[in-house]
């Protein structure tokens, strides 16, 4: 025999033939895609900033406490005195304008004096209206200034009676001396009521 078959079955008797292929072969079987990767996990959105807070309004400045008007009228006592000053010049006025009338009277000036007296020196009560305004319906002493504003107004009247008799040429006479008597006792009558505003009375 050759001397290969000789091997052969030398190695058969002794059980060394072909390997027998009893376990598959270790090929790797391929595995299956490796494991799906795991999601990644979502990564945390950035928490949102917080907006700034929004300035507070600046407090409105308060209000001054308005101011407590003025009294409009001064108290009793003192509003009587402060009123009878006012009518006791307006008495004084009346005397000054006669005054300045009896001077001029018979003369070139006397119409110039004429055309003033003869409207009136207080056709708008003015001194009346500004001695009534310091009192109240309260403290008004009515009475008294009433009979205050008739007796001026008597005077007043007299001085417009003179200056039209006073035009006569044969002024100065007693038509004029009459009437400059009638003004000066209204007034001495309208500056005692004065006095009593300012006393209470």
């Known amino acids: 025999m050759r001397p290969y078959t000789a091997r052969v079955r030398a190695g058969r008797a002794l059980g060394l033939g072909k390997s027998t292929n009893t376990s598959a072969s270790t090929r790797p079987n391929p595995t299956k895609a490796s494991a799906?990767?795991?999601?990644?996990?979502?990564?945390?959105?950035?928490?949102?900033?917080?907006?700034?807070?929004k300035p507070t309004k600046a407090a409105a400045p308060a209000k001054a406490p308005a101011t407590t008007a003025p009294a409009n009228k001064p108290a009793a006592v003192q509003a009587r005195k402060q009123a009878a000053a006012?009518?006791?010049?307006?008495?004084?006025?009346?005397?000054?304008?006669?005054?300045?009338?009896?001077?001029?009277?018979?003369?070139?000036d006397f119409t110039a004096w004429y055309q003033k007296a003869i409207v009136g020196l207080d056709m708008k009560q003015n001194a009346f209206s500004k001695a009534d305004a310091y009192f109240t319906a309260?403290?008004?002493?009515?009475?008294?200034?009433?009979?205050?504003?008739?007796?001026?107004?008597?005077?007043?009247?007299?001085?417009t009676q003179y200056a039209e008799v006073g035009t006569s040429p044969d002024a100065p006479?007693?038509?004029?001396?009459?009437?400059a008597a009638d003004c000066l006792a209204a007034l001495a009558k309208a500056d005692k009521d004065a006095e009593k505003i300012a006393n209470g009375n």
């Open 138 to 159: 309260d403290t008004e002493p009515t009475d008294l200034i009433e009979q205050w504003r008739s007796d001026n107004g008597d005077a007043n009247a007299a001085i």
């Open 173 to 179: 006479d007693a038509a004029t001396r009459k009437d």
């Open 86 to 108: 006012i009518l006791e010049k307006e008495d004084q006025d009346f005397r000054d304008l006669l005054a300045q009338g009896v001077k001029v009277t018979g003369t070139s």
């Open 36 to 53: 799906t990767p795991s999601k990644a996990v979502p990564t945390t959105a950035p928490a949102k900033t917080t907006a700034p807070p």
